[in-house]
């Protein structure tokens, strides 16, 4: 019969502090703001993240502007220090460099198929009869025929709800 192993005899002494910081990695997204303050947080993002066997993390901060590079290099000792009070960890180094900024999209998913409304197709005939039965009372051609097309679609709108 196989014996049971605990898991740090397996990946190593250090589990429980590579967990820690893997999860606090996978959250910094949302506390970047409140680490860094809003105005570096626009223009700066986390891009890589390297935890050596010893311990030592080494986090790499990409900017978004090359003008802004130097003005943030003066602030990394406070980066850092924020850094280390987040991870909660002395032994974190911080590079700053120039680099390209994913921001994650804040659209709303596509609706299902099943929620989703076919597009009003209007034939052109009933557009003209139309225009020309609203051109009689409004002086305006295309105004007319937005009016018609108007009309025409909440018809068919109303039609498809019964």
Same mark, same amino acid.
């Given at each position: ?44 993002? &986390?891009?890589?993240? =390297?935890?050596?066997? #010893? ?8 900017? +978004? *502007?090359?003008? !802004? ?51 009003? &197709?209007?034939?052109? =005939?009933?557009?003209? #009869? ?8 409004? +002086? *305006?051609?295309? !105004? ?19």
């Amino acid at each position: 019969m196989a014996e049971n192993k605990k898991i740090n005899e397996y990946i190593g002494k250090n589990t429980n502090e590579l967990l820690k910081n893997c999860f606090k990695l996978t959250n910094i997204d949302k506390y970047w703001e409140e680490i860094v303050g809003p105005l570096i947080s626009e223009k700066t993002q &986390i891009s890589e993240c =390297e935890i050596t066997k #010893e311990g030592q993390t080494k986090i790499t901060i990409n900017v +978004q *502007d090359n003008t !802004l590079l130097q003005a943030i290099k003066f602030r990394k000792a406070k980066i850092t220090q924020a850094l280390r009070k987040y991870f909660r960890k002395h032994e974190l180094t911080v590079e700053i460099k120039q680099g390209k900024i994913e921001r994650k999209s804040t659209a709303k998913p596509p609706q299902p198929d099943y929620k989703r409304r076919a597009p009003v &197709i209007l034939d052109k =005939e009933k557009i003209t #009869e139309e225009t020309k039965e609203f051109a009689k009372q409004i +002086q *305006d051609t295309e !105004l007319a025929e937005t009016m018609a097309k108007i009309k025409l679609s909440i018809e068919k709108i109303n039609a498809r709800n019964k």
